[in-house]
């Protein structure tokens, strides 16, 4: 899917770019292998937008400069505590070239082994995937009803790309199991010993007798 962005030239560049996010402006540039790198100002609120709905491997068309153009974000610089994107770097896509981008998994369907107690151990999030810009994927699927039993897995190899999308994780990585839940060993009760009780207490019983 194929988003659009409103962009403008930034002339406020260096460390005095940062306090365009008061006015809700978010600083970015965009370079590519035949694009010299220009300084924009994106709209933040229409770009976390973009973010929630298709991802950090979403192809943007950039509308506002001398042309459109198609872009990827090739890199997002977040507030470490609030997370919010304070710059973007996009990379500008060739006409006819292919890209190399990770898209996250999205794991669907019912599991009979979780249903019956296992655990759903999630080992990837995303793959690493070539393409055709205009055929990129937000997302991959990952149908989880193949785990039947404790000890099933899912591999790269199972997942099942859209047409001229090849996936370039190695085929051999797990991507999700199906855990047995491990059971926390009882701790053995130990039973009084009722004759050295009994023992004991006569042996009161008798001091007890003699101090009379």
């Known amino acids: 899917m194929q988003h659009t962005l ?7 560049l260096g460390k005095s770019s940062l306090k365009l996010a008061k006015d809700g402006a978010l600083p970015a540039v965009v370079y590519g ?13 229409e770009f976390e937008a973009l973010l929630r709905h298709g991802g950090e ?8 400069l001398e042309k459109p153009m198609q872009v990827l974000i090739h890199d997002l610089d977040r507030d470490p505590v609030t997370h919010i994107p304070r710059h973007a770097d996009f990379y500008a896509v060739q ?13 669907i369907g019912e599991s009979m082994a979780v249903k019956l107690g296992s655990n759903l151990v999630k080992v990837l ?3 690493e995937i070539e393409s055709d810009p205009s055929k990129l994927p937000s997302e991959i699927e990952v149908d989880i009803s193949s785990l039947a039993a404790d000890g099933d897995q899912i591999r790269v190899s199972d997942l099942t790309a ?3 999308v090849e996936i370039l994780t190695p085929e051999d990585e ?10 926390e060993p009882e701790e053995e009760s130990v039973a009084p010993d009722m004759d050295a009780i009994e023992v004991e207490k006569k042996g009161k019983d008798t001091e007890e007798e003699e101090a009379v």
Request: proline share 11%; charged share 20%.
């Open 6 to 12: 409103s962009v403008s030239p930034r002339t406020i």
């Open 33 to 45: 292998p035949k694009q010299e790198a220009i300084s924009i100002t994106v709209p933040r609120p």
């Open 57 to 64: 491997s979403a192809l943007i068309t950039l509308e506002g």
């Open 95 to 107: 006409k006819g070239a292919k890209v190399t981008v990770s898209v996250p998994l999205s794991f």
């Open 125 to 127: 999030h995303e793959v």
């Open 162 to 164: 859209p047409a001229g």
């Open 174 to 183: 797990i991507v999700a199991i199906a855990q047995a839940v491990e059971e």
